[in-house]
């Protein structure tokens, strides 16, 4: 898969050829598209200041070498190799191609600066405090999406494929909606020979909704297993609680039955915290029929692709997660006057809360045949896709 970038154009060329240009990320924000939009990622933060010496005093001796000061307070982009105006955005530090935050928007700030310490040929030395120049902030921006990948399996009944939803991040915390507001599709080829036999062409057999409230075999077995077992270590639990606290007695760690309840729980824990992923399922006989249409032979080479979209939001109850919460209520009733912006949003979610439920329902008659990646082609917004994926190919399939 090819590594993607985000780049920079600009109107015209820098003039200076020492200089080059640099930036630096202010502050981020997780798309309103996938998250759960909380009051508390309301909050705008401050820009932090350019983190360079003062240098109020500064001593330079002849010949000195240059110590590339203040170069680093931020990151330099790569010069396009065929053009002048063309750069490459870096990734904002600790982060990489598949860190989560790249679903986000991020507020850049924008300098041309003196010098870079790979090109000594143009490298004009300079102080920290003069090494950059006047600052363009620039909001909205966005890194291209992690890579969506799927995991295809196939065995004696049926065809599945699994996949994760986009996640929202902030500060280090999972703020996804739940559930998701994207929609996972998985699109099933057929491979066949085109009629020179010179190459393969993918041939559309079918395309089926990725649900993520699906599970198959194993996993839906623990499910329920790690759940039967945490409830009965809950009532275990209750059964200890007496009036007084001095009194209770602890749970014996050492016990082997306590362990196996405790490891259950933080199964269960871990279970929960994992994020969402969505499944589609086809039985071979489903495959074989598929093929059949088309004249093709049912052991024809399979392929899957997976498209995550953005669904459409039609009021502000599917927009703001928890909205109606008896905590956000009596947050947003005890606002003082400099909130009435957020009054004003919590007034047109009661009205959206009264008149919604029609609304809603007019819009699921009306798509609910709507395949964004076939009939409703056009009506949704892409996020991302993942590679053409093979299908393992399993024999006696139609046994």
């Known amino acids: 898969m090819r590594q993607r970038y985000l780049w920079i154009e600009l109107t015209e060329p820098i003039k200076d050829p020492s200089d080059t240009l640099f930036c630096r990320m202010l502050a981020y924000a997780p798309d309103q598209l996938i998250s759960n939009n909380d009051l508390s990622l309301l909050e705008a933060p401050e820009d932090p200041p350019l983190p360079i010496d003062t240098e109020y005093v500064r001593a330079i001796t002849p010949n000195q070498s240059d110590d590339l000061a203040g170069y680093g307070a931020m990151q330099v982009l790569t010069k396009a190799t065929d053009s002048d105006i063309h750069y490459l955005m870096p990734l904002p530090p600790g982060m990489h191609s598949e860190s989560p935050e790249l679903f986000g928007f991020f507020t850049y700030e924008f300098r041309v600066g003196h010098g870079h310490w790979a090109d000594r040929d143009n490298n004009l030395w300079s102080t920290a405090q003069g090494r950059f120049g006047r600052a363009l902030r620039v909001t909205g921006m966005q890194h291209p999406a992690p890579s969506l990948r799927c995991v295809v399996n196939r065995d004696e009944k049926q065809l599945y494929v699994n996949a994760q939803y986009a996640q929202a991040v902030h500060r280090g915390k999972n ?89 259950a729980g933080a199964a269960l824990a871990i279970f929960k915290d994992q994020p969402r992923v969505g499944t589609a399922a086809w039985t071979n006989k489903e495959v074989g029929d598929l093929l059949r249409n088309y004249g093709l032979p049912v052991d024809s080479p399979l392929s899957v692709l997976t498209v995550e979209v953005f669904g459409n939001i039609t009021n502000i109850r599917e927009h703001l997660t928890n909205l109606f919460q008896d905590s956000h209520r009596k947050n947003l009733v005890n606002m003082t006057a400099k909130d009435q912006g957020e009054k004003f949003a919590y007034n047109l979610a009661q009205t959206a809360e009264r008149a919604g439920a029609a609304q809603e329902k007019a819009f699921a008659e009306n798509t609910v045949n709507l395949k964004p990646l076939s009939s409703g082609l056009g009506h949704y917004r892409i996020l991302r896709s993942s590679p053409l994926t093979k299908v393992p190919f399993i024999c006696c399939t139609d046994c």
């Open 175 to 263: 703020v996804t909606a739940s559930p998701p507001r994207t929609q996972l599709w998985c699109i099933l080829y057929a491979q066949v020979h085109q009629a020179d036999g010179k190459a393969f062409r993918n041939i559309l057999l079918d395309d089926r909704y990725m649900d993520w409230r699906k599970k198959l075999y194993a996993d839906a077995i623990a499910e329920r297993e790690m759940k039967t077992v945490f409830k009965r270590f809950t009532r275990r639990e209750e059964e200890f609680t007496v009036t007084e606290m001095p009194k209770r007695p602890s749970l014996d760690l050492k016990n082997a039955a306590v362990q196996q309840q405790l490891a």
